[in-house]
Nanobody, 125 residues
Framework: QVQLAESGGGLVRPGGSLRLSCAASEIRSRINDMGWYRQTPGEERELAALITSGGNTNYAEFVKGRFTISRDNAKNTVYLQMNSLKPEDTAVYYC???????????????????WGQGTRVTVSP
């Protein structure tokens, strides 16, 4: 069973920075996209940033120019560098890892997403 371990959340003042990490273990399949989502109470979980297996990135408008997503394939880890943090960035941040699972020698497969447990980020004076 794939395990995701998130770290790096905490309390920071407006304008400050944090770096989130999400390490995947027990991986026996190819990792596809890796992403960071965030959720505030009463709201839907929303995508903040995504990085494909090829290194292409996609950012939500509200983080463009401030957040940078990266991945270390050798460590099965995805990072989110968050700069110029604002109070509205306060949320629980979740990482998501997409895995391709091959089921037979003919190459049949299915894709499955795994979620981290979430790490809280609070931006406050």
């Amino acid at each position: 069973q794939v395990q995701l371990a998130e770290s790096g959340g905490g309390l920071v003042r407006p304008g400050g920075s944090l770096r989130l990490s999400c390490a995947a273990s027990e991986i026996r399949s190819r990792i596809n996209d890796m992403g960071w989502y965030r959720q505030t109470p009463g709201e839907e979980r929303e995508l903040a940033a995504l990085i494909t297996s090829g290194g292409n990135t996609n950012y939500a408008e509200f983080v463009k120019g401030r957040f940078t997503i990266s991945r270390d394939n050798a460590k099965n880890t995805v990072y989110l560098q968050m700069n110029s943090l604002k109070p509205e960035d306060t949320a629980v941040y979740y990482c998501k890892v997409g895995v391709r699972i091959v089921v037979n020698r003919e190459g049949a497969y299915y894709d499955k997403d795994y979620w981290g447990q979430g790490t809280r980020v609070t931006v406050s004076p």
